[in-house]
């Protein structure tokens, strides 16, 4: 196989997982949606995990630490927003004082 | 149990002030991506890539198989594993497209794990949400595939965009957190992924799908 078919089978294939998800199986009801309701705050909090440490459980640098640190403190706002501000900010005083 | 059509403090979901970070975020790695796989695609083949696949985790993963000199159909196995997400993720945000069957069709190419974030925190907007902040990302990650290609890449930036994809999803597992349950689960979910990546070594992009998953089922009627 040619990289240039490697690239396009990959494609079919991610497109096809992300379409079936949304457009060939049919919406969640009653039990599967309760679930489904469920998944995304355990689903993105494992993520935060994985974005952290990767799949080599590297260790964070510090300044990662203290972008994460300072989103955290901010998380009872509720706000993508602010937490991201939070975030960055903590990355760039990281940066600018140690 | 129907969820609420719209979260506190979801009002920022696509602002600019949201959007512009997470896009810039998208671009430093777009950048990242393109300068490691020039070397082993060439110039046009890697921004081929970007345009018709759209997800860093896959391509990263297509490029270090291939760079360690592994097979096609080992690639092809490892990329459909790490596209097992997308059904968590598709089934996740599906309840709340309303859209037609051919507006899905264009707003599947944009689930990747921050436009159905952003989706789900605004449910009763999922649909302008996906595609605008789909829209976004796209471009923040062709462009900078390009520059990365274009040997423009500033690795520099490299930590912060690596910092703000575990800030990003932090953000997003706070919005989804009502209620004392919630929180449980969340907790739950992250440390189900960290035992996962620890004790699996191959697990990768699937541990936190699982710890999710884990997490949301054992976690029934706890709210």
């Known amino acids: 196989m040619t990289d240039l078919g490697l690239v396009a089978v990959i494609a079919v294939i991610t497109y096809a997982s992300r379409a079936a998800a949304v457009v060939l199986l049919p919406a969640a009801r009653g039990r599967l949606l309760e679930f489904v309701a469920r998944l995304p ?4 909090a494992g993520l935060a995990v994985f974005a952290l440490i990767g799949d080599d459980l590297s260790v964070p640098d510090g300044a990662t630490l203290a ?20 975030g960055i900010s903590g990355f760039v005083l990281f940066e600018l004082l140690v | 149990m129907r969820p609420p059509d719209r979260l506190a403090g979801s009002s920022d979901v696509d602002s600019m002030t949201t959007l512009v970070p997470i896009a810039a975020a998208i671009g430093v790695f777009g950048m990242v991506y393109g300068a490691a796989a020039q070397p ?13 696949i759209f997800s860093g985790t896959v391509q990263f993963t297509m490029v270090g198989l291939v760079a360690a000199s592994a097979g096609p159909l080992a690639v092809v196995w490892a990329v459909f594993v ?16 309303t859209g037609t069957r051919a507006r899905r069709v264009l707003t599947a190419w944009f689930l990747i794990d921050e436009t159905v974030g952003l989706a789900l925190s605004a449910p009763a907007n999922a649909d302008r949400i996906l595609l ?19 040997g423009g890449a500033a690795l520099g930036l490299e930590s912060l965009a690596g910092s703000v994809f575990p800030v990003l999803f932090i953000g997003l597992a706070a919005l989804m957190i009502r209620g004392r349950g919630a929180l449980i689960r969340a907790c739950a979910g992250a440390a189900i992924t960290f035992l996962l990546l620890v004790l699996w070594s191959d697990a990768g992009g699937l541990a936190p799908v699982l710890g999710g998953i884990v997490a949301a089922v054992t976690g029934e009627g706890r709210d």
């Open chain 1, 41 to 44: 705050a355990p689903l993105f």
């Open chain 1, 67 to 86: 972008a994460v640190g300072a989103a955290l403190i901010v998380t009872p706002k509720r706000s993508l927003g602010l937490t991201l501000a939070a």
């Open chain 2, 40 to 52: 082993i695609f060439g110039t046009w083949l890697t921004l081929i890539s970007s345009v018709v």
């Open chain 2, 82 to 97: 790490v596209n097992v997400r997308n059904f968590a993720l598709g089934g996740a945000v599906r309840p709340h497209l």
């Open chain 2, 132 to 150: 605008r902040s789909g829209v976004a990302a796209y471009l923040a990650w062709v462009v900078g595939t390009a520059a990365g290609v274009a």
